[in-house]
């Protein structure tokens, strides 16, 4: 396996455990991306700050582990990976990826996480479906196409 990273990808587990559960102790709610950012829209009065301050986090935790996580893990790149997509393309892709949660009633985190750890056999499905996809997905661009 190319770039294995063992050590970086435990803590980094141990944290969204922590964040995930965290969120359930403090306000009693999923830590499904997918759901919180939907939430937003309509915007339902008392309940839209903690989302957005959850949605803030993660693009503050993702500058945070890529400035910081090389200095601690030496198995931390320390350049940004190349991205072979236009910016259109990105979005594109990224809106396919929204609604498809939206049709399947919640994200990776949500089902993968919070689900898993609840035993909702829905997320077992779930997750099992995406798992097939990726693999699926991994051997055609790289075997196929």
């Known amino acids: ?67 910081f996580g090389p200095d601690v893990f030496a198995e931390v790149p320390r350049t940004l990976p190349e991205i072979g997509m236009t910016p259109l393309w990105l979005v594109v892709t ?14 990776t985190s949500g089902h993968g996480i919070c689900g898993l750890s609840r035993l909702s056999l829905r997320s077992f499905v779930a997750v099992g479906v995406f798992m097939a996809a990726a693999a699926v997905t991994v051997f055609v661009t790289r075997h196929v196409v």
């Open 94 to 107: 990224g809106l396919i990826v929204g609604v498809g949660t939206r049709v399947g009633r919640g994200c």
């Open 1 to 67: 396996m190319e770039n294995f990273a063992p050590l970086s990808a435990t803590v980094g587990g141990l944290l969204i455990g922590l964040a995930t559960t965290l969120l359930w102790l403090v306000n009693g709610r999923t830590a499904g991306i997918s759901n919180i950012a939907g939430g937003i829209f309509p915007i339902r009065r008392g309940d839209e700050l903690w989302r957005f301050v959850f949605l803030a986090g993660l693009p503050i935790g993702a500058w945070i582990g890529f400035r």
